[in-house]
């Protein structure tokens, strides 16, 4: 996993105020919106392992996934858009 550049600012998305069964599509909008070089830091209760397997899939190499809390209750991750 590359890191963030610290200069970049992230677009939060908390994903906890999402409906669950819209969760997915938003996440993938959002990033899907984000140009080379932003970020978005993503909040959420659990881990979304099978969540970023799909994101791996889709945006493969031009995605950056950071880990900035893994604890039970509190995940955050940034992802950044590479070019």
Do not use: C, K, W
């Not at 669950?20 to 984000?34: D, K, Q, Y």
Request: charged content about 25%.
């Amino acid at each position: 996993m590359q890191e963030a550049s610290p200069e970049t600012a992230a677009h939060l998305f908390d994903a906890r105020g999402v409906a669950r069964r819209f969760r997915h599509s938003a996440i993938f909008g959002a990033l899907g919106a984000l140009q080379p070089g932003e970020a978005m830091r993503f909040v959420n209760d659990h881990d979304p392992l099978p969540l970023l397997n799909q994101l791996r899939e889709r945006f493969g190499e031009r995605l950056a996934i950071e880990y900035r809390q893994r604890e039970p209750g509190a995940i955050v991750i940034d992802f950044t858009v590479l070019s």
